[in-house]
């Protein structure tokens, strides 16, 4: 069941100690997430909320505590070193929610990961969420800084790179009965760890998940190149959305990598594409769910 | 961040490139001064142009009717009557729009002897996470049309970015430029600084448009950056303290340096509708909304992911600057932030500037139901709606009222 983590994943919280990092590890924990470390060099021997023990590395993190993912809320300054850290202690999953890291060091960090079996989720994500079982999904596991509470366990995929915006398709699955088998923020950066594709990937090859939302934004062809790999791959139904049919050419959306530039990236050529793979888009935001409903 | 060709061409500078001989200057009388010293070193022509974040300066037109933003001299006086009628005045290009932007500063330099031009620039090669340096041997004209027209011109070069630019690869690209000889080198120098600068700079872009072979006095060719444009990632101005002053806040919209003081994300469109969202993709998604019921937005609005009373009341405050807007439209999908915070948020706002205008709520999310109770039992008066397409409906028909 899921894609990237299920409810007993064990994950390591990087930047515990900050204040955000604090806050939505306190959160996940309430949700029943397994966070079973933290790090923050310097501050080994200390424990959050009398609960998860710190350490100074992730090495050692993962050595006490068996953590296989990983969270990180450092801030930009230090995000690419705490990837890099992460990626060389041996994780399956780094998910990197710092907003504001600098392009040329994720250049940097994007070129250590060739070739590493890390998989890198973000940055500037809303996390990953494996919705549990039980009331409002307690007891999955959520990896950053989503609301567990809008979630349902079931077997749709959800795929996006900005945050509210899951979550409103999200909210829509779950007000339709329709559950999430996991729900995945790959980040509005111009240098995301995964994309689209990675992700949708993953998802057709995963037997618990039945149909996928595929939420995208004006800015580079990730979603061409999705919708082109679905066209000839894809064996499931995939709905749709693209934000930004009203943005300016030339001016950044708030998102880093949401910027229509050369006459690239536009709306029009993304909704193109996926219409021409059969993917099933929607008119307005606030239909998300109904058109993967339509095509299920 | 963008930066003025001058402040470009500083950079390139400090990173080895060869650029014109010139200095930027805000008065008539220090224009004088520096072509003076520019025809004292030998130089028979100058060239001034005039320093906005824009295209299209030398075919602008200034409000008092004087034409071009990019003028030759051949005289010290010359130079400075021309000063004295650009400084201060403001010029309308293809780029600026109506209002036009005024003139600041010029940049006063040795006008080059071209013999031949070229593009060249370094950005972000977003499928593959690498640099890229393209090269044309058409310069001075729009790369776009270029790439349409005859895309065959345009050569690119991936670079790995932890070996960084190889001496070959700079060689190469110099060679495709068509460059021979003696200029196969400096060409190869110059690039291979272009590209130190993007990646040193943290830029997000570099664009030497026109890459030029130029002649010196003595009849011998060199090559040079006669135009430059950089823009800088803006995430990245934490370690590059002089960059980040380089600043210029003129060349900003002013509600836009408005927001950004309280780190909310505003770009004034040319519509009536404002709207209020938290998220970037949501934000841009009710944006959508908006248009696809027949409206037209006023403006970009990301409140950000915890915003607070004070940062949703500096939101309407801007969003009430603009004289277009007609109707406001909130949305929020409060995942951990609490919509009742919120919708006191609106309230406090909505009192403190005497709202008047129609004013349509969406609040969905955490503690919506409280949320909700704030704003029915506040006495403003307001229209809320179940969703977003629901809320743009609303919004859009109280717009057109």
Redesign the interface.
Known sequence: MAILVKPDTKVLVQGITGSFGGRHTQLSLEYGSQIVAGVTPGKAGQTFEDQVPIFDSVQEAVQESGATASAIFVPPPFAADAILEAVDAGLELVVAITEGIPVRDMIEVKAALNGSETRLVGPNCPGIVTPGTGENSHGGCRIGISPGYIHKAGDIGVVSRSGTLTYEAVWQLTCNGLGQSTCVGIGGDSVPGSTHLDIIKLFNDDPDTRGIIMIGEIGGSAEEEAAAWIKENCKKPVAGFIAGTTAPPGRRMGHAGAIISGGKGTAEAKIEAMEDAGISVAETPSQMAEALLKIL | MNLHEYQAKQLLAQHGVEVPGGQPCTTDDEARAIAEKLFTDGHEMVVMKIQIHSGGRGKGVFKDGFKGGVHLCKTADDVYEKAKAMLGNTIVTKQTGEAGRQVHTLLVASAEKIVSEFYLAVL?D??S???LIMVSSEGGVD??EV?ETNPDAIVKLKV???LGLQAYQARNLAKALGLTGKLIHSGAKLIAGVYKTW?EC?A?MVEINPLCVVENPDGSQKIAAVDAKISI?G??L??HKDIAEMRDLNEEAELEVEASKFDL?Y?K?DGNVACL????????????????YGGD?AN?L?VG?GATKEQVTAAFQIILKDPNVKAILVNI?G??MNCNTIAEGVVAAAKETHLTLPLVVRL???NVEAGRKTLAKSGITLITAD????A?KKVVSEAAA
């Open positions: 972000l977003r499928d996470s690498q640099p790369i776009e790439a790995d970015p932890l990646w943290d997000s990632d995430n990245s934490y370690r994300n770009i469109l969202v938290n998220g970037a993709g949501l934000a841009m998604a009710t944006m959508d909304a908006i248009k696809h937005p970009f990301d992911g999908f995942g951990i969905e999310g955490n969703c977003m397409a629901d743009a």
